[in-house]
């Protein structure tokens, strides 16, 4: 198996390559550039034609791509157009806040998802299940950004539970104080995410559990004598687990993507949001530098999840 | 302001110059409000509040600042051209001279300005009890420091301008030659309080606050002066600790998100009355719920939904008319990047006087603006705006809704119309217009489509170039590079308080959009940049002038501007939009306090 990750893990670096260089050019493609929107009455268009020289933007595509590999290859990803600060630590600010809220949200999905779909599967048929259904159907076609803006309004502005904006107070002092703070402010969006994005959860669960009822290993085991929770956890909940485990790396590589709805409604400064603004501003350092970690993370998730699956489940071997 | 209003590109060379609104710069007010809205119905705000209760001593105040993007935190004027940036450091980054209501430099704040024409000279004298909120006094060090953030190509600064190399020396500073700009002297030493610039040339536009041809900002040379040029955006003395000689200091900051400014205990003037400032950002999503529950005691207002805040109770909204207009510009040449002029085509397909007239009169402004912001835009007459004072041309009429006329001007030019109800160029061959329209907010594509209609009822097919809207990088780089696809073009511009309309019109302006260049239009616009123009009264004939001719060549066919609007708590007092008041001036800001 280890010879399988490696062979997998050096498999991507030709991918990687080929991602880089189609985010380059696509991002070249684009109409405009950072300094496109410069233009006031006293901004004189000399100094923008040298600004724009002095980071290279005159010089044939290729010439920039090798420049910018060289340099992301020592770790430097240069500076943001738009932030006139080094990528890395912009970067590094919001996946920082991106984390705290993806993490919280992530656990809230599962914590909510996982008990509905085996409610729903096990009483499958029952009011019970027809309830958690029609919740999902009602979550899954709920637009989010209106469920953002009416529980702002409801929970942030009129009753004032929770804060409306940012990602921490600007008042917040100490560690505890600095902690508590963030979080405070991620629960109403978290909550929210993980209310509204658990139905694949609840129904890969549900038709999983549903499906092995069925199955003859578990007609087996009753027949046996087996007790009836220990035939439903041991027997059909595990094997209903599954397609939820396969799921599990690309969730964890998630984290770090960010929610452009949430974010953007919650003024929340997080990778979704960045990754926008990016593009939107022609930030090109930001942009490929977000794409291509981006690309990585999904390589690396699917790696992850194959691992993942072997664990889970023996029968299957990754090599 | 990159990307700020509609390619309404807010200029911040006047420090004074911005609000809490997104895209406005002020103007004086009262004198406006009668004379702009020609025919829309008549709408007024206030200016400032009035509360006539006692101050609390002590208290705290919140802004709410809409956007929907973090702030850069670029907390220096040398290196920021962000209106999110200036809105952020309004309540420290003082300027370093008074204004009047129509931005006119007057004696009486951080240095006064002294103008000598024979000399050449602008002598500056700093007030002596000015210091930086670490307690270092201003010298002149500081004011000549700042010349030399904008000027060193190190700092990557977007400062620099033409209109700066007017300063004896600039230019060789810029290219490298000098390490000192030999047309700035402090004859009192380094540490002294006076400044004196040498200028090549003197103009008319000198008395008057952001006019471009000297800085009206100091940097604290004594903390910036241990970091290299290269590094000095990103060094944490800007983003981070920032020192001011306004009336507040930054004390806590999350970057982008939010900032607290407290009082400088050096202030200079009167005793900051708030112990605290929060000022923090509002997605533009949420904001008309902020308003609502009046969840800031300041905050701007956006016009597109002002209607559903406005009888909120405790809160007044106080207006002003921003230094904007949106106009429709015709292409009738092209950039000549080796002569560095706009050079005009006599046969391009707009260039003609009735066609483009025609196509002004046949588009009904006034009834658009009525429907869609209910009189909060207003059609304009002329391309200075009204707040400008006696330099707007009372007398212009601009452009009305006129079928019959428009009609009449396109059969005198000979677009005969043809059997299909579309006209044919004079030479009898089809005629097709291009036009290059930016999307916008929800209502900007119905508004397009109107006007669209509107020319097609004068016989004039007219189809959006690429078919629909175009998103602002498209757009620009179209109109910029002077793309054959378009004929015509709507934009905006937000202007600086001096009124000089060389920068955007001019025969060597790459901002001439239009590309229009008539020997008429360079001896006008000279006229008012002129020696004698210091002769008030002589500039301000220039000035109108040129407005005449403009609205007979019709190059330019000016449209709207819109009311800029800011919600204010009701237990605020002292605040207000003008420009000696605190959404346009740092210094005002130690008269704001809040009541019970």
Redesign the interface.
């Given at each position: 198996m280890w010879k399988t990750i490696l062979r997998r893990v050096i498999l991507m670096i030709p991918q990687i390559i080929v991602l880089s260089l189609f985010v380059f050019i696509l991002a070249k493609m684009?109409?405009?550039d950072p300094f496109?929107?410069?233009?006031?009455?006293?901004?004189?268009?000399?100094?923008?034609a040298?600004?724009r020289k002095?980071a290279g933007l005159d010089n044939p595509w290729y010439v920039q791509y090798v420049d910018w590999i060289g340099r992301a290859l020592h770790g430097d990803f240069g500076?943001s157009y738009?932030?006139?600060?080094?990528v890395t630590s912009i970067i590094g600010?919001r996946a920082i806040n991106t984390l705290y809220l993806s993490i919280l949200s992530v656990v809230l999905t599962y914590l909510i998802g996982i008990p509905l779909g085996v409610a729903a599967g096990r009483y499958e048929g029952t009011w019970i299940d027809t309830s958690i259904q029609f919740y999902n159907f009602i979550s899954m076609s709920t637009p989010g950004?209106v469920v953002?803006?009416l529980a702002?309004?409801l929970f942030?502005?009129?009753l004032g539970w929770f804060p409306?904006?940012?990602?921490?107070?600007?008042?917040a002092s100490g560690v505890i104080g600095t902690i508590g703070s963030r979080i405070y402010h991620i629960i109403l969006p978290s909550l929210l995410i993980a209310i509204l994005g658990n139905a694949s959860i609840v129904q890969y669960l549900r038709s999983g559990i549903v499906d092995n009822k069925l199955e003859d290993y578990v007609k087996t085991a009753r027949s046996k004598g087996v007790p009836e929770r220990v035939v439903f956890n041991r027997h059909i909940l595990r094997n209903s687990l599954l397609p939820i485990a396969a799921f599990f790396g690309n969730v964890i590589t998630g984290l770090l993507s960010g929610s452009v709805f949430a974010e953007?409604?919650?003024?929340y400064?997080g990778m979704g949001?960045l990754f926008i603004?990016s593009v939107?501003?022609?930030d090109y350092s930001i942009m490929t530098a977000l794409i291509l970690l981006y690309g990585i993370l999904t390589l690396l998730g699917n790696l992850l999840s194959d691992i993942i699956m072997s664990i889970v489940d023996p029968r299957i071997r990754i090599d | 302001m990159k990307k700020a209003a509609v390619a309404g590109l807010v200029t911040l060379a006047s420090v004074l110059a911005v609000t809490l609104t997104a895209c406005g710069s002020n103007s004086s007010s009262s004198s406006s409000t009668s004379s702009t809205s020609t025919s829309a119905k008549k709408i007024s705000f206030p200016v400032a509040t009035k509360n006539d209760k006692p101050s609390v001593s002590g208290g705290t105040l919140t802004v709410g600042m809409i956007s929907d993007t973090a702030f850069k935190g670029i907390f220096n004027e040398e290196l920021s051209e962000d209106a999110n940036d200036s809105t952020v450091m309004q309540f420290g980054a003082e300027s370093l001279f008074k204004t009047n209501n129509t931005y006119k430099i007057v004696d009486g704040g951080a240095a006064n300005l002294k103008l000598d024409q024979k000399a050449k000279t602008a002598t500056i004298t700093i007030n002596p009890n000015v210091k930086w909120s670490d307690g270092q006094p201003l010298t002149a060090d500081d004011i000549v420091y700042a010349y030399k953030i904008i000027a060193n190509p190190a700092t990557k600064s977007s400062r620099y301008t033409d209109s700066l190399k007017d300063i004896v020396g600039m230019a060789e500073y810029n290219a490298g030659k000098s390490n000192e700009i030999s047309g700035i002297s402090t004859p009192d030493g380094g540490s002294g309080k006076t400044v004196v610039l040498h200028f090549q040339t003197m103009k008319p536009g000198m008395t008057q606050s952001g006019n471009g041809y000297f800085w009206e900002a100091a940097a604290p040379y004594h903390y910036l002066k241990d970091v290299p040029f290269k590094s000095l955006m990103a060094s944490d003395k800007i983003r981070k600790k920032p020192l001011f000689f306004g009336p507040y200091q930054l004390s806590k900051l999350v970057a982008g998100q939010s900032a607290v400014w407290t009082p400088n205990k050096y202030y200079y003037g009167a005793k900051p009355k708030l112990s605290k400032i929060t000022i923090e950002t509002v997605s533009p999503a949420t904001a008309p719920s902020a308003v609502k529950n009046k969840k800031y005691d300041i905050m701007g207002v956006s016009n597109s939904w002002y209607k559903n805040v406005k009888n909120t109770k405790g809160v007044t909204f106080l207006g002003k008319i921003p230094l904007f207009y949106s106009y429709l510009g015709f292409k009738v040449g092209k950039w000549d990047n080796k002569k560095g002029e706009n050079v005009e085509n006599p046969k391009a397909k707009m260039n003609n006087a009735k066609l483009r007239q025609a196509i002004a009169y046949a588009m009904n402004v006034d009834q658009v603006n009525e429907k869609f912001t209910g009189g909060l835009s207003f059609r304009i007459p002329t391309l200075i705006p009204a707040q400008f004072g006696d330099v707007f041309d009372k007398s212009a009429k601009g452009f009305p809704n006129n079928m019959d006329k428009a009609n009449k001007l396109l059969d005198e030019a000979g677009y005969k119309k043809g059997k299909d109800g579309y006209r044919t160029d004079p030479d009898g061959k089809k005629l097709t217009i291009h036009f290059a329209a930016m999307s916008g907010n929800t209502n900007q594509e119905a508004i397009i489509k109107n006007y669209i209609q509107q020319w097609k009822k004068v016989g004039l097919r007219v189809e959006l170039t690429n078919g629909r809207l175009m998103e602002m990088n498209s757009f620009y780089d179209k109109v910029q590079n002077d793309s054959s696809d378009v004929d015509m073009f709507q934009a905006a511009w937000s202007l600086s308080s001096e009124p000089s309309p060389n920068d955007l019109f001019s025969a060597g302006a790459p901002f001439n959009f239009t590309r229009m260049n008539t020997p008429e239009q360079t001896k006008l616009l000279s006229q008012i940049d002129s020696e004698k123009s210091f002769d008030h009264s002589y500039r301000v004939t220039a000035f109108k002038k040129w407005q005449e001719y403009m609205n007979k060549e019709a190059y330019v066919v000016p449209l709207n501007n819109s009311w800029g609007l800011t919600a204010v708590n009701d237990r605020v007092k002292g605040y207000g939009l003008n420009p000696t008041q605190a959404a346009g001036s740092s210094a005002a800001w130690a008269d704001v306090s809040v009541t019970k």
């Open positions: 684009m109409p405009g496109t929107g410069l233009i006031t009455p006293q901004t004189s268009p000399a100094q923008i040298r600004l002095e500076m738009q932030m006139q600060r080094p600010e950004f953002y803006m702002i309004a942030g502005f009129a409306t904006s940012g990602s921490i107070s600007v008042n953007t409604i919650f003024a400064p949001k603004d939107s501003g022609r | -």
